[in-house]
């Protein structure tokens, strides 16, 4: 009996599920393990989101299908959100498409556009789910470097041509992940052009816009000149709300696209919980006070782990947004060695470069979504593997 399709035989585990069974082995030894390594916040969200959620919920009636559009007051919700934030002007009706949590509609996207044979465009280093999302869809994969020399973002102009002409879709990522580069509106126009020029779906992931520091603002792709004609945005409640786990996330743009997108999300899901859509449309209504709280909250962090980390000849440039450090491993080390040697000998868990491409490799990512004593103590433990590299 065939128990799997060749997609799925040809598809190599999710790396953070492979590195997640990892920490629990060495838990199972009973260390202590520091998580470092997944973008999981530890925070929780606002008060007042937590109190919608649960007086939603005690109401009888809002335990069936909610249908599969999106409430309207979330979808309203999130268009004022686009507005005051981005000055962008969105049509709740057509222009917005709930999702349950960016990775699900990253995914269902290529499903939605792809065909087998079909040339996507993806960075490297890249969040793992804009190739999942190929494979799955019998597409190929064109990976382009992200260099640190280049400042971790795209030269449009090192793509062929014959590549370009051929491909369908592109994936950009900024604020980034892995690497928490930035890029300004400029960049994105370039983007923009490059899309119309070969003709090709813009789709721009932006779950961190929300986490900065320094008065940065990073910019929508749909503050381009005419990007909503070859352009879709995913957005997140995950990181800028702290509600990783509530699994509410949102599709902007292109209205065609995104019809066919809530296609293939009509035949495959049911809508998102009732409370969790009330309570997230009040979250779009959560104080910038608030925001920026948070927000100090892992500037904090992060200046006790690059302090930390440069004492131990870690380079590392400090990021304007994101909470994730991108820093090279000793020499001698590939990535995943050096993050199995801080798991296992001092249960210190980080995210492997390679897990995101092979221009991650060489590097290790660093998540601060731990509390600022536990990173400082990480920091600690990180020293004692590094001392005995240096002395041995």
Known sequence: MKIKSDRIANMPAYPFARWGK????????????????MGNPDLPPPDAVIDVLCSSARQPNHHGYP??????????GIAAYYAQRFGVKLNPKNEIVPLL??????????????????????????????????????????????DQDHGFLPDFDAIPVEIADAARMLWL??????????????????AVTFARR?????CHDAPYSGIVYDGHTPPSILQVSGASKI????????????????????????????????RVKSNVDSGQFLPVQEA??????????????????????????????ASLGFPVTPPKATFYIWTRVPEGWNSEGFATALLEKVGVSVAPGSFFGENGEGYIRISLTSPEPRIAEAIDRISKVTKGLSSS
């Open 22 to 37: 990892r920490v629990n082995a060495v838990r199972a030894r009973g260390i202590d393990v520091i998580r470092l390594d």
């Open 67 to 76: 249908g599969y559009r999106g409430i309207p007051a979330l979808l309203e």
């Open 101 to 146: 949590g960016s990775k699900e509609g990253i995914v269902h996207l290529s499903l939605a556009i792809l065909d087998p044979g079909d040339i996507v465009l993806v960075p490297d280093p890249g969040y793992p789910s804009y190739t999942m999302g190929a494979v799955l869809a019998g597409a190929e994969v064109y990976r382009f470097s992200l």
């Open 173 to 190: 990522n900024y604020p980034n992940n892995p690497t928490s580069a930035t890029a300004d509106l400029g960049l994105l126009e370039q």
């Open 198 to 202: 070969y003709d090709i779906l813009l």
């Open 231 to 262: 352009a879709v945005e995913f957005n997140s409640f995950s990181k800028t709300y702290n509600m990783a786990g509530w699994r509410v996330g949102m599709a902007v743009g292109n209205p065609d696209v995104l019809a066919s997108l809530s």
């Open 280 to 309: 997230a449309a009040h979250a779009l209504t959560t104080p910038q006070e608030w925001i920026e709280a948070r927000n100090r909250i892992y500037s904090e962090r992060m200046r006790t782990a690059i302090s930390g980390l």
